[in-house]
C-alpha cells in the first residue's frame, strides 16, 4: 500500500487554488480501489451506476442503500487515503430532509466515506443543507442525472440550449449556496461548464464528457478500460482493453481444459510416495 497522505478537503480546494486538476474516479470493489490507491487518485467515487456495471441492471434505479454501503465499506478497505464518496441511490434521499440526512450518515457511519453524492437541482437544495448541515460534505450533480434519465428523454447532452442551459447555471448556484463542496457536471455543453466553472466560489467543478475547463475530471472506471459491454459512451477514453485481454484469457483457459493442456504439474499438489503408500494400506487397499 503506498505512503501518500490522506486527502482533505482542504488539499483539495488547495489543488483548485493552485490551478492544480483533480482526478477523480468511479470504484466499487476492494482490488479496483488498491490500484486506484496505488495511482494516487485524489476521489474515488462509489457510484450508483454500479447497478449497470457490477449488478447488470439496464438502470442505476434498482440500486438499494445496502448494495452502495457494501461496495463502499469493500472501496474504503481498498483506498485508505483517497476521497471517498458514496452516491447518494435512487430514492435514498428524494422523499424528505429527513431521510436524506439518515442515508447520507449511514455511508459516512458504516463506509468510512468522506462525503456522499445527490442528483438534482434547485429542487434538492434543502436535502442538501440539510446533510451539510448535519456535518456531511456533499457533492451535486447535474447535467445527465442517471436516476432522472426517463425525465430527461435518455442518455443526451444537457443545456444544449440557451434555457436549459441557463436552468443548469441556476441550479449550480443553488447548489453552492445550499453548501455543496463541489458539483459533478455531466454530459454538459463545454463553454456551459466553462461559465459555471468561473462563476463559482465556494465549491470546485467536476466534469465528465463537460470538457477540460473544470477543476478536475471524472471517468467511469469500467468505461475506461473496456470492461462494460454494452456500450462505450462518447466521453469515455479507453486507456487499455482489459476486457477484450480478459476474454482472449478466457477462451484460452475453455480451449486448454477441453483439450487437457491445463492443468500441468506445476499446476496441482501432489502428496509423498511413502505417504500415498500408507494411505492405502489405512483404505485395505492393496499396495503392490
Not at 467543478?205 to 473544470?214: R, T, V
Not at 466521453?235 to 483439450?259: F, S
Given at each position: 500500500?503506498?505512503?501518500?497522505?490522506?486527502?482533505?478537503?482542504?488539499?483539495?480546494?488547495e489543488?483548485?487554488?493552485?490551478?492544480?486538476?483533480?482526478?477523480?474516479?468511479?470504484?466499487?470493489?476492494?482490488?479496483?480501489?488498491?490500484?486506484?490507491?496505488?495511482?494516487?487518485?485524489?476521489?474515488?467515487?462509489?457510484?450508483?451506476?454500479?447497478?449497470?456495471?457490477?449488478?447488470?441492471?439496464?438502470?442505476?434505479?434498482?440500486?438499494t442503500?445496502?448494495?452502495?454501503?457494501?461496495?463502499?465499506?469493500?472501496?474504503?478497505?481498498?483506498?485508505?487515503?483517497?476521497?471517498?464518496?458514496?452516491?447518494?441511490?435512487?430514492?435514498?434521499?428524494?422523499p424528505?430532509?429527513e431521510?436524506?440526512?439518515?442515508?447520507?450518515?449511514?455511508?459516512?457511519?458504516?463506509?468510512?466515506?468522506?462525503?456522499?453524492?445527490?442528483?438534482?437541482?434547485?429542487?434538492?437544495?434543502?436535502?442538501?443543507?440539510?446533510?451539510?448541515?448535519?456535518?456531511?460534505?456533499?457533492?451535486?450533480?447535474?447535467?445527465?442525472?442517471?436516476?432522472?434519465?426517463?425525465a430527461?428523454?435518455?442518455?443526451?447532452?444537457?443545456?444544449?440550449?440557451?434555457?436549459?442551459?441557463?436552468?443548469?447555471?441556476?441550479?449550480?448556484?443553488?447548489?453552492?449556496?445550499?453548501?455543496?463542496?463541489?458539483?459533478l457536471?455531466?454530459?454538459?455543453?463545454?463553454?456551459?461548464?466553462?461559465?459555471?466553472?468561473?462563476?463559482?466560489?465556494?465549491?470546485?467543478?467536476?466534469s465528465?464528457?463537460?470538457?477540460?475547463?473544470?477543476?478536475?475530471?471524472?471517468?467511469?472506471?469500467?468505461?475506461?478500460?473496456?470492461?462494460?459491454?454494452?456500450?462505450?459512451?462518447?466521453?469515455?477514453?479507453?486507456?487499455?482493453?482489459?476486457?477484450?485481454?480478459?476474454?482472449?484469457?478466457?477462451?484460452?483457459?475453455?480451449?486448454?481444459?477441453?483439450?487437457?493442456s491445463?492443468?500441468?504439474?506445476e499446476?496441482?499438489?501432489g502428496?509423498?510416495?511413502?505417504?500415498?503408500?500408507?494411505?492405502?494400506?489405512?483404505?485395505?487397499?492393496?499396495?503392490?
Amino acid at each position: 500500500m503506498s505512503e501518500r497522505k490522506k486527502v482533505t478537503l482542504p488539499m483539495l480546494f488547495e489543488k483548485v487554488t493552485n490551478g492544480q486538476p483533480i482526478t477523480m474516479l468511479t470504484c466499487y470493489d476492494y482490488p479496483t480501489a488498491h490500484f486506484q490507491e496505488e495511482a494516487g487518485v485524489d476521489m474515488v467515487l462509489v457510484g450508483d451506476s454500479l447497478g449497470m456495471t457490477m449488478l447488470g441492471y439496464e438502470s442505476t434505479l434498482p440500486v438499494t442503500m445496502e448494495d452502495m454501503i457494501r461496495h463502499a465499506q469493500a472501496v474504503r478497505r481498498g483506498t485508505p487515503n483517497a476521497w471517498l464518496i458514496g452516491d447518494m441511490p435512487y430514492m435514498s434521499y428524494q422523499p424528505s430532509v429527513e431521510a436524506a440526512i439518515r442515508n447520507a450518515g449511514r455511508f459516512m457511519a458504516e463506509a468510512a466515506c468522506d462525503a456522499v453524492k445527490l442528483e438534482g437541482g434547485a429542487e434538492m437544495a434543502d436535502r442538501m443543507a440539510g446533510i451539510v448541515a448535519a456535518g456531511i460534505p456533499t457533492m451535486g450533480h447535474l447535467g445527465l442525472t442517471p436516476q432522472s434519465v426517463s425525465a430527461l428523454g435518455g442518455f443526451r447532452v444537457q443545456g444544449k440550449g440557451a434555457l436549459q442551459a441557463k436552468k443548469i447555471m441556476d441550479d449550480a448556484k443553488a447548489l453552492e449556496e445550499a453548501g455543496a463542496f463541489a458539483i459533478l457536471l455531466e454530459m454538459v455543453p463545454d463553454r456551459v461548464c466553462r461559465l459555471i466553472t468561473e462563476r463559482a466560489k465556494d465549491c470546485f467543478i467536476i466534469s465528465l464528457g463537460s470538457g477540460p475547463q473544470a477543476h478536475g475530471q471524472l471517468l467511469i472506471y469500467h468505461d475506461m478500460f473496456g470492461l462494460y459491454p454494452r456500450f462505450k459512451p462518447r466521453m469515455a477514453k479507453v486507456y487499455a482493453d482489459a476486457g477484450q485481454v480478459i476474454l482472449n484469457g478466457l477462451k484460452q483457459y475453455v480451449q486448454e481444459v477441453t483439450h487437457r493442456s491445463f492443468p500441468q504439474p506445476e499446476n496441482w499438489f501432489g502428496m509423498k510416495d511413502e505417504e500415498y503408500e500408507e494411505l492405502l494400506q489405512l483404505l485395505g487397499r492393496d499396495t503392490g
